[in-house]
């Protein structure tokens, strides 16, 4: 079961509330997804992340074909049952990862053949394979399989790859055996050309995805450039259907996402910043690990209430940091995902009043954005 209800948009901008029901309940938009690429948060438990107001996690579809094996999650009762997650999961379609391996992959029509990061051996995913595997996890939201492009990149080679990934989205729609239970994306490409972005958008609406994933940003293009993008995409396609934008994680993304009209958004951002000791404060992001904090026994936020800021200083998790102690990850992790998460729980109710503009320039101004 999947459904769509769009609550109210903003006056003021093309924000939007939502409200997306699946089978593991319902997921309050816009959302922030933590990522949990092998099927955990790194170093949190799956309750931790759900008191931490989480709705729905993202679970990565390269990594678990290659580990555990999705015949192996399917026999454990599916990806929920396995990692003991009972809210909603969105998996990704491995094309991402698969492309990301530039120099150990071969692109054909049929699909991808690429070499395993993890041993070398030789692997192969097409759009059914994709699938396959998605539907072995038993996510409640699932990618059609596609080709991200990097950037900057060729007209032509966009263009080709473009075309491709609509091919594929189309077999990837046929190849779903579990369409009553899990709902799929089609994945608008077109790199930062408007009239590939604008055929690519116009074809997979006409396929009639559950919702529609904005691919191809956030891979190095300046943030004007994204949101021109968006502005132009996100007005191809339909208004009752959920859109995602992919890869999306630092909070002048997320802002200028939700404003023109992205429903949901993931990142590894706040986990992998926090396992390499940065804080995102209201104050701007902090290098907990820095000398300047050894003394220093406040709070990482004056404004934050997590688990984190309510037990713990500066200090002392610098410490933790400078003696290797895995609890340093853990307690920067529950921060920073807190974090986001508060963050988009106040866009949620900025739309609801209409105030987002100015809680955008509020947040901004404190964390030491230009306005």
């Known amino acids: 079961m999947f459904k769509f209800e769009l609550i109210k948009e903003e006056k003021h901008t093309k924000a939007r509330l939502g409200k997306i029901t699946t089978d593991h309940g ?56 396995f990692m003991n997650w009972d809210k909603p999961i969105l998996t990704d379609s491995g094309g991402f990862q698969v492309f990301s391996l530039a120099n150990n992959r071969k692109i ?39 080709e991200c492009v990097s950037y900057p990149a060729d007209y032509d080679y966009v263009k ?10 189309e077999r990837s729609k046929k190849a779903n055996k579990n369409p009553d239970h899990q709902a799929m994306f089609g994945i608008v490409q077109g790199g930062m050309f408007k009239d ?9 609406v006409a396929m009639d995805f559950e919702g529609y994933s904005i691919g191809g940003l956030s891979v190095g293009e300046p943030l004007e450039l994204m949101n ?57 992001n902090l290098v907990v690990k820095n000398a300047s904090y050894k003394r220093d026994f406040t ?28 609890l340093a990850y853990r307690l920067l992790t529950i921060h920073n995902l807190y974090f986001l998460l508060k963050m988009m729980e106040n866009i949620r109710e900025a739309i609801k009043n209409d105030t987002l503009l100015k809680y955008k320039d509020d947040f901004y101004r404190k964390f030491g954005y230009n306005i």
């Not at 590939?196 to 997979?204: I, P, V």
């Open 26 to 81: 319902v997921i309050e938009t816009p959302i922030f997804m933590p990522v949990g690429t092998r099927a955990t948060v790194r170093t949190m438990t799956p309750e931790e992340v759900k008191d931490l107001g989480a709705q729905i996690i993202l679970g990565n579809t390269y990594h678990l074909f290659l580990r555990p094996g999705h015949d192996i999650v399917a026999e454990a009762g599916g990806l929920h049952k």
């Open 108 to 146: 054909t029509e049929e699909g991808v053949e690429f070499r395993s990061h993890i041993d070398g051996s030789k692997q192969f995913i097409s759009p059914e394979k994709s699938i396959e595997i998605q539907n072995a996890l038993g996510s409640d939201i699932m990618m059609a399989f596609d």
């Open 160 to 169: 080709q790859s473009m075309e491709r990934t609509t091919r594929w989205a």
């Open 196 to 204: 590939l972005r604008e055929q690519s958008a116009k074809d997979l």
């Open 228 to 284: 021109e993008m968006l502005d132009f995409t996100l007005d191809l396609l339909p208004k009752d259907k959920p859109r995602y934008n992919m890869g999306v994680g630092t909070p002048d993304y997320l802002f200028e996402s939700v404003i023109r009209g992205i429903d949901m958004a993931d990142c590894v951002l706040p986990t992998r910043i926090a396992r390499n000791g940065t804080a995102l404060t209201s104050r701007g």
């Open 299 to 326: 709070k990482l936020d004056p404004e934050c209430d997590c688990y984190t800021c309510k037990n713990y200083s500066r200090a002392y998790i610098r410490h933790l940091f400078s003696v290797n102690e895995i």
